[in-house]
């Protein structure tokens, strides 16, 4: 096997930039193969200086040599689409929005269990809890747990009056 990459001037130049604008550790370890590949390394004295396997070694030499400098960016994997649609992002959005007790729920806050529940019904598509706080704080909303207090539950002139006296009670000797 030849010695891989005899690059011009400006490919050195243009590898080197590349090297050390990134933030990708592949991007760099892509580009400093090829600079060794360049200085005459063979393909087992990068593999140790890299501490990359001899099929990296060679992948990214074809790659360079197919693609240039574009084909050294790794592919991200395109994955499954999602199966929230437009229409369910939108009932989610809707639904986030509204009282639950305006849509005949006996409860006035969602949980992301509830919602949910609520979304499936309504449209068919059911995702985890995990999933809708992701889709949700996706589109824009904050997912927190509630604070449960008593206010407006107590009598608060009583509890103005408590609290005033153990104020009094703390500070006497």
């Not at 933030?23 to 600079?35: D, E, G, P, Q």
């Not at 006035?108 to 309504?122: G, P, Y």
Request: hydrophobic share 35%.
């Amino acid at each position: 096997m030849g010695w891989g990459i005899k690059l011009r001037a400006s490919q050195w130049d243009e590898l080197d930039r590349l090297r050390f604008s990134t933030k990708s550790k592949a991007v760099f370890r892509n580009c400093l193969i090829l600079l060794l590949s360049d200085s005459r390394d063979s393909i087992k004295s990068i593999m140790e200086r890299v501490g990359c396997g001899r099929d990296t070694v060679v992948r990214v030499r074809r790659l360079y040599r197919k693609g240039g400098v574009q084909a050294l960016q790794p592919a991200k994997p395109k994955g499954r689409t999602s199966r929230a649609t437009p229409a369910y992002i939108e009932a989610m959005d809707i639904a986030a929005r509204a009282n639950p007790r305006d849509l005949g729920y006996g409860f006035a806050t969602w949980s992301t269990v509830r919602l949910s529940m609520h979304l499936a019904k309504r449209t068919g598509i059911r995702f985890s809890e995990d999933q809708l706080c992701r889709l949700l704080r996706r589109h824009g909303f904050s997912v927190q747990r509630p604070k449960h207090t008593l206010k407006g539950k107590r009598d608060e002139i009583q509890y103005r009056r408590a609290r005033s006296q153990l104020a009094v009670l703390k500070k006497s000797p």
